[in-house]
C-alpha cells in the first residue's frame, strides 16, 4: 500500500555522528505525544508540536492550536487512554526528518455509554529541527482499523 502522504526520501549515507542522536530525538517525539496525551499533560504533548505545525486528523485538521484544543475536547470525554506505539521508521535528512509510525489507542470509560473503542492508527510525522530540538511541523493521522468495545471497563485505582 503506498504512504498516502507521499513517499519517504532514503539515503545511502552511512549513520555518521549525530544522525543516532537526532533518530532517538526525533523518535522521542511520538513517546512524549503518546504519554502526555495519556496523562492529560497537555504541556508534554505541546512541547512535540512547532508553534505552526500542520496536524490533519481523523476528524479534524488545522493549525496545532486549533488541532489541540479540538483534540483535548475529544480525549477528555474518556475516563483514560492508553497508547501503545509499534513499528516506526524514520529517515533523516539533515535539519529535517519523516518519522512514520504505526499504533494502537484505547479510549475507555467514555462519558457516552457504548462510546469505548480502539484503534489502529499511521501517524506521519514530518519533523525539522529548531532552537529549541526537534519538533512535529505537519503530522497527518489516518485511522487503519476501529473496534468498538461494548463489554465496558473497569478502571483500576492508583494511575488516574
Avoid at 492508553?82 to 494502537?104: C, S
Wanted: glycine share 12%.
Amino acid at each position: 500500500m503506498p504512504d498516502p502522504a507521499g513517499p519517504i526520501a532514503t539515503t545511502t549515507e552511512p549513520d555518521r555522528g549525530g544522525r543516532a542522536q537526532d533518530r532517538y530525538e526525533i523518535e522521542d517525539l511520538g513517546r512524549r505525544y503518546a504519554h502526555g496525551i495519556d496523562d492529560r499533560d497537555w504541556a508534554k504533548v505541546d512541547s512535540c508540536f512547532a508553534d505552526d505545525a500542520y496536524v490533519q486528523g481523523q476528524s479534524f485538521g488545522g493549525p496545532y492550536p486549533d488541532y489541540i484544543t479540538n483534540l483535548r475536547q475529544s480525549v477528555e470525554t474518556f475516563g483514560t487512554t492508553m497508547h501503545f506505539l509499534g513499528n516506526q521508521l524514520t529517515e533523516v535528512h539533515g535539519d529535517r526528518a519523516r518519522m512514520v509510525t504505526y499504533g494502537i489507542a484505547y479510549h475507555l470509560a467514555s462519558s457516552t455509554p457504548g462510546g469505548d473503542f480502539v484503534i489502529g492508527v499511521n501517524y506521519v510525522d514530518d519533523v525539522a529541527r529548531r532552537e529549541t530540538g526537534w519538533l512535529i511541523v505537519r503530522r497527518s493521522v489516518f485511522g487503519i482499523w476501529r473496534q468498538s468495545l461494548t463489554s465496558g471497563v473497569d478502571i483500576l485505582p492508583g494511575r488516574h
